[in-house]
C-alpha cells in the first residue's frame, strides 16, 4: 500500500505493536503510517509519533481532515515524521490547528536533544509543555528542575543556577551545588527567560556553549549533562532590537521553538478543556454548562488562559449548588468604569476612593496574569516587592 492508516485501538492488538512491526520490516518502514487516536490516548500518540508515523488525525475525523492528509503523505518522498501528539496531563486535551501544531512539536523536541525555545502568554502551559518533552525524551530517568528566572533576585541567580563554594559571599556557610548540576542526566528548565539581566545572559551562554559551570567562589569548572529548555511570554526579538537580551544567547535557545496559542484562539478546545477539569474538580458527579454558559465562555478573553479556566471550573464545581452552571455563575470580570461604580468611589473621601480602586486594580491585574505575580507586577509597572506588601495590605490571597 502506498500509505497506512492504523487505529492505536485495535481491540485484541496493541496499534502501537503493529506500528513497530511496520517499521521494522524493510519493505514497510517507508510507508507513511497515519494513527487515527482519541485525545484520550495522549501518551499512545507520543510514542507512535516518535517511531516514525507520518501524522496523527484525532477522533472524530472528517473527510476534509482525511484528504489533507492524504495529499501530504502522498505528495512525494519526505523525512520520517517525529512529530507527536498530546500531552497526557488534560490541559493539552483538544483537536484545533493551533494545538496540533503544538502537539506535534512536543514530539519532535521528544526525539532529540536540541535546546527548545517555549513561547506564550501566561497560564497557556509552557511548563507543562516542558515536563512532557522530558517526560517522553530520552532523558525521562534523569531529573527535571523547574527554575523560574523571574522570582530569583538578580544578584543570587548566578549562585542558584551555578552554586557557590563554602565562603563565597557573606552567608556562604556551606557549598550549593546549583541548578544546572541537580539537573545533570536530565532537562533544566528555565521560565522567564526574558527577565535574565544581559551580565548573567552572557555567563548562560558560556555555560550553553562549553557545557561547564563554575561555581560562584570556584575555579574549577564542571562538565554538566543538561537539556536546556527555556520560555518566555515577552517579545525576545523585540528585546534584541532593544538590545536588552543578547541576540547570541536568543539563538542558541531557538533552535527549536513551540508557541502556544492563547485560550481564546483556541474555540471548541474550550469546552473541552472546561469539561475535563469539571470531571477533575468532582469525578463522581461532574456539573454540567448550559448553553448560555458555553456562549459566554467562547467570546470571553480568558487573559489568564488555560489557568485561569481551570482555576474557575474547580471554583464553580464548590459553589454552584446545581448541577448545571448557569451564565450568571460564570461572574466574569465587569467593566470597572462604569458610571455606576465612579458614583461609589466619588461617595468615598479621598484615602478610600483611592485604597478601593487601588485593591481592583491589584485584583484585575492577577486576573489577567493567571496569579502570577511576577507578570502582574510588570503589568502593573511596579517591583515584585511593593506588589507582595501591596498584596499583604489588603488581604488578597
Known amino acids: 500500500p502506498a500509505l497506512v492508516f492504523l487505529d492505536l485501538r485495535l481491540g485484541g492488538m496493541q496499534g502501537l505493536d503493529v506500528l513497530r512491526e511496520l517499521k521494522a520490516r524493510p519493505d514497510r518502514a517507508a510507508k507513511p503510517v497515519v494513527i487515527l487516536t482519541a485525545f484520550a490516548d495522549a501518551a499512545n500518540t507520543i510514542e507512535a509519533m516518535k517511531l516514525g508515523a507520518f501524522d496523527h488525525l484525532t ?28 500531552d497526557d496531563a488534560g490541559e493539552f486535551i483538544g483537536s484545533s490547528d493551533a494545538m496540533r501544531e503544538v502537539q506535534k512539536r512536543i514530539g519532535l523536541a521528544a526525539s532529540g536533544d536540541a535546546t527548545v525555545l517555549i513561547l506564550g502568554e501566561t497560564g497557556t502551559g509552557k511548563e507543562l509543555v516542558a515536563r512532557a518533552i522530558h517526560r517522553h525524551s530520552d532523558r525521562a530517568q534523569g531529573p527535571f528542575v523547574a527554575v523560574n528566572c523571574a522570582a530569583i533576585p538578580a544578584d543570587l541567580m548566578e549562585s542558584e543556577l551555578f552554586g557557590h563554594v563554602r565562603g563565597a559571599f557573606t552567608g556562604a556557610v556551606q557549598a550549593r551545588a546549583g541548578y544546572f548540576r541537580q539537573a545533570d542526566g536530565g532537562t533544566l528548565f528555565l521560565d522567564e527567560i ?23 567562589g570556584g575555579s574549577a569548572a564542571h562538565s554538566v549533562n543538561v537539556r536546556v529548555i527555556a520560555a518566555t511570554n515577552r517579545d525576545l526579538t523585540e528585546l534584541v532590537r532593544q538590545e536588552k537580551f543578547r541576540e547570541d544567547l536568543f539563538y542558541r535557545l531557538n533552535v527549536l521553538r513551540i508557541e502556544l496559542p492563547p485560550l481564546r484562539e483556541r474555540g471548541a478546545d474550550i469546552l473541552l478543556l472546561a469539561e475535563h477539569f469539571l470531571r477533575k474538580a468532582a469525578p463522581q458527579a461532574p456539573k454540567k454548562l448550559s448553553a448560555s454558559a458555553v456562549q459566554t465562555m467562547l467570546k470571553y478573553a480568558w487573559p489568564g488562559n488555560v489557568r485561569e479556566l481551570e482555576n474557575l471550573m474547580r471554583s464553580l464545581s464548590l459553589t454552584v449548588r446545581g448541577p448545571v452552571i448557569e451564565r450568571d455563575d460564570l461572574h466574569f470580570e465587569p467593566a470597572t468604569t462604569t458610571a455606576d461604580s465612579i458614583d461609589d468611589l466619588l461617595q468615598l473621601d479621598l484615602p478610600a476612593a483611592t485604597a ?30 511593593l506588589l507582595y506588601s501591596k498584596l499583604k495590605e489588603y488581604g488578597i490571597g
Request: positive net charge.
Open 356 to 385: 478601593r480602586l487601588e485593591k481592583m486594580l491589584l485584583q484585575k491585574a492577577l486576573r489577567q496574569s493567571g496569579g502570577n505575580r511576577a507578570e502582574a507586577a510588570r503589568r502593573l509597572g511596579i517591583r515584585r516587592q
Open 59 to 86: 477522533k472524530p475525523i472528517g473527510r476534509d481532515d482525511v484528504r489533507a492528509v492524504l495529499a501530504r503523505a502522498l505528495a512525494g518522498p519526505r523525512a520520517v515524521s517525529q512529530e507527536a501528539g498530546v
Open 194 to 216: 526574558g527577565d535574565m539581566t544581559t551580565a548573567m545572559q552572557a555567563k548562560m551562554l558560556r555555560a550553553l556553549q562549553d557545557r561547564k559551570i563554575t561555581p560562584v
